[in-house]
């Protein structure tokens, strides 16, 4: 019985230890980002529309639209507005809470496009090249498509390596509900984690990615961050855009 209490006690010690690792990174309650913490960045392959990286009423926003291109009717464009942590390369965990405002798309009957989502996004290692087309790294998503059922939202736990994705679905959520997202490199067991908390029904889903790449070359390119990410499609009949706004809060970083 007194190995059993030990083990019991040895097992929630470690449960503590764990938990302390995860600390405050930023909880934007001043009127600027921190350029200690913080680097922004708008990026498109089309022609640029609005773009927000502010902080507004104590959270980060982050809103983006762009626009496709009027001359085919295939392929689509890309559009980005991320906030980038400014030391990336030891963080394992990122936590945020997550309000995913708005997405709406202008779409094309002939070439369907992407939409738009919210994301937390990170390199973390290298599957040995040193080559930065050889990082692996993980994303957990909250989006839509303008064919997915009004005000539903996707959430997506996505790895990647070389241009190549696997994603796993990981629920529906309501367009502007609150949500604490968390994704984790677990590298002891070879997986990435990831973990969304619904907070207006406190349901908690989880979800895990393992992979079989080598893990101990670090990251060519190390980098974390939090973002939206927009993909309109090419249209001859119309102009089409993605327009996506989102609020994060209380960041947490685990190392």
Same mark, same amino acid.
């Given at each position: 019985?007194?190995?059993?209490?030990?083990?019991?006690?040895?097992?929630?010690?470690?449960?503590?230890?764990?938990?302390?690792?995860?600390?405050?990174?930023?909880?934007?309650?001043?009127?600027?980002?921190?350029?200690?913490?913080?680097?922004?960045?708008?990026?498109?392959?089309?022609?640029?529309?609005?773009? /927000?990286?502010?902080?507004?009423?104590?959270?980060?926003?982050?809103?983006?639209?762009?626009?496709?291109?009027?001359?085919?009717?295939?392929?689509?464009?890309?559009?980005? /507005?991320?906030?980038?942590?400014?030391?990336?390369?030891?963080?394992?965990?990122?936590?945020?809470?997550?309000?995913?405002?708005? =997405?709406?798309?202008?779409?094309?009957?002939?070439?369907?496009?992407?939409?738009?989502?919210?994301?937390?996004?990170?390199?973390?290692?290298?599957?040995?090249?040193?080559?930065?087309?050889?990082?692996?790294?993980?994303?957990?998503?909250?989006?839509?498509?303008?064919?997915?059922?009004?005000?539903?939202?996707? =959430?997506? /736990?996505?790895?990647?390596?070389?241009?190549?994705?696997?994603?796993?679905?990981?629920?529906?959520?309501?367009?502007?509900?609150?949500?604490?997202?968390?994704? &984790?490199?677990?590298?002891?067991?070879?997986?990435?984690?990831?973990?969304? &908390?619904?907070?207006? &029904?406190?349901?908690?889903?989880?979800?895990?990615?393992?992979?079989?790449?080598?893990?101990?070359?670090?990251?060519?390119?190390?980098?974390?961050?939090?973002?939206?990410?927009?993909?309109?499609?090419?249209?001859?009949?119309?102009?089409?855009? =993605?327009?996506?706004?989102?609020?994060?809060?209380?960041?947490?970083?685990?190392?």
């Amino acid at each position: 019985m007194t190995r059993i209490r030990t083990l019991v006690v040895l097992f929630f010690a470690t449960l503590s230890c764990a938990a302390q690792t995860s600390v405050l990174y930023d909880n934007f309650e001043h009127r600027f980002l921190n350029p200690s913490l913080w680097n922004t960045s708008c990026y498109t392959t089309s022609l640029s529309q609005e773009c /927000a990286t502010i902080i507004q009423h104590g959270k980060l926003r982050l809103a983006r639209r762009i626009t496709g291109n009027t001359d085919s009717n295939t392929g689509l464009q890309f559009g980005s /507005a991320s906030a980038f942590f400014f030391n990336p390369a030891p963080i394992k965990s990122i936590t945020t809470d997550l309000v995913v405002r708005d =997405v709406e798309e202008s779409p094309c009957v002939a070439n369907p496009g992407f939409g738009g989502f919210a994301a937390v996004l990170a390199r973390f290692f290298n599957a040995g090249s040193g080559d930065p087309s050889d990082d692996v790294g993980a994303s957990l998503h909250f989006g839509r498509v303008s064919s997915d059922p009004k005000g539903q939202l996707t =959430v997506l /736990a996505v790895s990647f390596h070389n241009g190549n994705y696997s994603f796993i679905w990981l629920g529906n959520v309501l367009l502007g509900t609150p949500v604490t997202a968390t994704l &984790t490199w677990d590298q002891a067991n070879h997986q990435f984690l990831f973990s969304w &908390t619904n907070s207006v &029904t406190h349901v908690k889903t989880n979800g895990a990615m393992p992979y079989s790449f080598s893990d101990t070359t670090p990251a060519a390119d190390p980098t974390k961050s939090l973002e939206l990410e927009l993909f309109p499609a090419n249209c001859t009949a119309r102009q089409t855009w =993605v327009y996506t706004d989102a609020r994060f809060d209380n960041v947490y970083i685990g190392q």
